[in-house]
T-cell receptor, first 116, second 114 residues
Framework: EPEVTQTPSHQVTQMGQEVILRCVPI?????FYWYRQILGQKVEFLVS????????KSEIFDDQFSVERPDGSNFTLKIRSTKLEDSAMYFC??????????????FGEGSRLTVL | AQSVTQLGSHVSVSEGALVLLRCNYS??????LFWYVQYPNQGLQLLLK??????LVKGINGFEAEFKKSETSFHLTKPSAHMSDAAEYFC????????????FGTGTRLTIIP
């Protein structure tokens, strides 16, 4: 069964360092997302991406964050200069169709980021 | 704007007992509602969804939920809990047009007592 894969599963970094989280969405999906979950808190929307551009972003997704689909298969989230409060589980998700709010999001297993 | 409130961050039920996980929503447009489950060390998996068809929605693993507009609720139930149901459950809402992002609740951790 097709699945969304994420790497790394866990990354520990020093404050101020750049981090890139990688995702391979399901191959025929067109709409991509990043969500995050700070320990003990709710899953929060970060950004959605369609047709090689950001569709929507939350207030969390400031200038320190960027997303890219560099090669047609990978979908990356970059944090330029990590802060302690960026420590969280980051989930990538994809959906087959755009313009389908009822469509199922398929989530990866998450990348746990720990900022020291 | 949409939001969901999940009452009870932790729920414990005995094996074989009824599972009831509560979710209330707020939405300025007709909502689509979802329940996702997260097993340990796994991603979120869709259990079921309401998309304005039948108000009683059946999902995987014997779960179902009923959309009640008058109560702005979408509670998740299962008649008989199984040990394998132990997980974190998230209610989520999206608008039925335009904005497609999901807004999640804070989650309910379900523990099954043998």
């Amino acid at each position: 069964e097709p699945e969304v894969t994420q790497t790394p599963s866990h990354q520990v970094t020093q404050m101020g360092q750049e981090v890139i989280l990688r995702c391979v969405p399901i191959s025929n999906h067109l709409y991509f997302y990043w969500y995050r979950q700070i320990l003990g808190q709710k899953v929060e929307f970060l950004v959605s991406f369609y047709n090689n551009e950001i569709s929507e972003k939350s207030e969390i997704f400031d200038d320190q964050f960027s997303v890219e689909r560099p090669d047609g298969s990978n979908f990356t989230l970059k944090i330029r200069s990590t802060k302690l409060e960026d420590s969280a589980m980051y989930f990538c998700a994809s959906k087959r169709l755009a313009g389908d709010p009822s469509g199922e999001l398929f989530f990866g297993e998450g990348s746990r980021l720990t900022v020291l | 704007a949409q939001s969901v409130t999940q009452l009870g961050s932790h729920v414990s039920v005995s094996e074989g007992a009824l599972v009831l996980l509560r979710c209330n929503y707020s939405s300025s447009v007709p909502p689509y509602l979802f329940w996702y489950v997260q097993y340990p060390n796994q991603g979120l998996q869709l259990l079921l969804k309401y998309t304005s068809a039948a108000t009683l929605v059946k999902g995987i693993n014997g779960f179902e939920a009923e959309f009640k507009k008058s109560e702005t609720s979408f509670h998740l139930t299962k008649p008989s809990a199984h040990m394998s149901d132990a997980a974190e459950y998230f209610c989520a809402v999206s608008g039925n047009f335009g904005n497609e992002k999901l807004t999640f609740g804070t989650g309910t951790r379900l523990t099954i007592i043998p």
